[in-house]
């Protein structure tokens, strides 16, 4: 069974401080891993995605993200934080023969001026 | 290019009666699924359409029902309302391109307010 843990509820930052955002996942296959980002009362939109070849994925916003086989890991990262960015940040899995992804219980950003 | 639309974006009930919610995919988009999240949660799915049949479903009873269009879009109706049906119905609509899945993309939701 695949599963994702995000191990951060909330994560508080400062603007123009730079940001980590944990991702572990669990699946017995080549992952397809996703990272969304919800602001409040909205749909989810796509940041990035890791399908295969380099393992450092670069996104929308200035987002990027590392898959680490290794590690089981897929941490989204941003250099330095705007107000703007405040939001849910989902990290999900998915792959081949798993038609619906797994997402992660989400990690609050909170951005402080 | 349009994304994905979803109608209507907030919806006010009472128990016991039902509602339909609809959504268009993305243009070029051929599979539907559904998702519920309650306030604070992850999403949870519901079902999968593609080609007009129910292709996967999660965790959730019969009162929760879909349908595909030959267009494909979709419809989800839920029967005999609870307070918990309370949530954001997200739609996501992605290619279905041989033995797995392309990405998901998700509309704006719909909110359901159960009273």
């Known amino acids: 069974a695949q599963s994702v843990t995000q191990p951060d509820i909330h994560i508080t930052v400062s603007e123009g401080a730079s940001l980590e955002l944990r991702c572990n996942y669990s699946?017995?296959?080549?992952?397809?891993l996703f990272w969304y980002v919800q602001s409040p009362g909205q749909g989810l939109q796509l940041l990035l995605k890791y399908f295969s070849g380099d393992t450092l994925v670069q996104g929308i916003k200035g987002f990027e993200a590392e898959f680490k086989r290794s590690q089981s890991s897929f941490n989204l990262r941003k250099p330095s934080v705007h107000w703007s960015d405040a939001a849910e940040y989902f990290c999900?899995?998915?792959?081949?023969?798993?038609?619906?992804?797994?997402f992660g219980r989400g990690t609050s950003l909170i951005v402080h001026p | 290019d349009a994304g994905v639309t979803q109608s209507p974006t907030h919806l006010i009930k009472t128990r016991g009666q039902q509602v339909t919610l609809r959504c268009s995919p993305k243009s070029g988009h051929d599979t539907v699924s559904w998702y519920q999240q309650a306030l604070g949660q992850e999403p949870q799915f519901i079902f999968q359409y593609y080609e007009e049949e129910e292709r996967q479903r999660g965790n959730f009873p019969d009162r929760f029902s879909g349908h595909q269009f030959p267009n494909y879009s979709s419809e989800l109706n839920v029967n005999a309302l609870l307070l918990g049906d309370s949530a954001l119905y997200l739609c996501a609509s992605s290619v279905r391109t041989g033995k797995y899945q392309e990405t998901q993309y998700f509309g704006p939701g719909t909110r359901l307010l159960v009273l």
């Open positions: 999900a899995v998915g792959g081949r023969g798993s038609y619906i992804p797994t």
């Open positions: 699946y017995g296959a080549t992952p397809y």
